[in-house]
């Protein structure tokens, strides 16, 4: 039985390192090696353009505009409601 039992242990410690420890390690070191079949993927698909179909606009505004923007309108609901306050 005490050889079974240490042939089971063994057994169970193997597959263990099986199931993982090495998927973890391949999970860790994956992304030092993606780069390299990824790359050609990614150029081949660099000028395809597909989302030029999506509606959407992105705009890029500098920081002080958005600024001047939210202190014009807190400044407009700040005056709003001082306004109806006072009625």
Avoid at 22 to 38: D, I, N, R, V
């Amino acid at each position: 039985m005490d050889k079974l039992y240490e042939k089971f242990i063994k057994y169970l410690n193997r597959t263990f390192h099986l199931t993982i420890i090495l998927p973890a390690f391949a999970m860790c070191a994956g992304p030092l090696f993606a780069p390299y079949p990824g790359l050609p993927l990614a150029q081949q698909h660099q000028w395809m353009h597909v989302c030029d179909s999506f509606t959407g606009e992105a705009s890029n505004h500098p920081p002080s505009v958005l600024l001047d923007n939210l202190s014009f309108f807190t400044s407009r609901l700040l005056e709003h409601h001082l306004s109806s306050g006072s009625q």
